[in-house]
């Protein structure tokens, strides 16, 4: 059973015909990026972007938010165990 | 308020990972209540090719915010309110009779989201960012983007350090026009340089 399209669904823009996100769990992971490059980076996207590259040329014909998420799990594993903070 | 708070239960094995994550990283104190919802509010509604469009618009009209915009293109956005991640250094290429910019990014998919938003599904796929460097013209017309008069290709591979936006050229009979007007006629693919106005 599909799930109902929502107001915010109608509304997205689609500017050149496209969406910034396909599903619900692509922007939640973009934003779990962000999440991390911003509070355990301190906005320093390098460690994030060499995942990602890493994770690209692992698998090149891997699905690209998927290969986000492989990035993100990657660039978590190297995080201390426990927050500083 | 957001009308409804829920999400639906994750499904597939990408869903779930993506939960996982989400789950730890929430438990570790990173990400703050709303914030997905924030960022995915901006990036659909905020931030995107509009912002570029104004830009462009901006430079056809004032020829010194063109020249400031081509000599620090990051300070030129700034001044009409765009910036923040991934446009930290923006490089502005301008197109002319003679000379054609394209962008690319060959290792993953850097792209300058304050003035463009997030990229499209062709920009991030092994094809274009194979090929635009191999064979730029042959890429560019099987896009549909024709190319009178030869000119040279630039293809800018974006980086770390530097991303790029391409300034196209202004259409003819656009004399009159206001700068909104102009802003409307900018097209994401135009700055990205895969097609001409």
Known sequence: MSAPLSLSELDLPRRNGELAFDAPWQSTVFALAAAVVDRAFAGDREPFRRHLIAAIAAEPERPYWESWTAALEATVATLPERPTS | ?197
Not at chain 2, 31 to 51: A, Q
């Open chain 2, 1 to 197: 308020m957001s009308e409804d708070g829920h999400h639906p239960a994750p499904v597939s094995p990408i869903e779930r990972r993506v939960a996982a994550l989400e789950a730890l990283l929430t438990e570790r104190g990173l990400v703050p209540d709303g914030f997905i919802e924030e960022i995915t509010r901006r990036y659909e509604s905020e931030i995107g090719p509009m912002n570029g469009a104004k830009v462009v618009a901006r430079a056809w009209e004032d020829p010194a915010y063109k020249e400031r915009l081509l000599t620090d293109g990051t300070a030129a956005i700034a001044e009409l309110g765009f910036g923040g991640a991934e446009g930290e250094h923006i490089v502005v290429v301008e197109n002319t009779p003679a000379i054609h910019n394209v962008i690319v990014c060959t290792l993953c998919s850097c792209y300058p989201w304050p003035v463009l938003g997030l990229p499209p599904a062709w920009y991030k796929d092994p094809p274009y960012r194979a090929r635009m460097v191999r064979e730029p013209r042959a890429v560019l017309a099987e896009m549909g983007c024709e190319l009178p008069g030869d000119p040279e290709i630039r293809v800018w591979d974006s980086s770390a350090e530097v991303r790029y936006l391409v300034l196209p050229e202004r259409p003819s009979g656009t004399d009159g026009l206001t700068e909104g007007e102009l802003a409307g006629l900018v097209t994401r693919d135009s700055m990205i340089g895969v097609a001409r106005l």
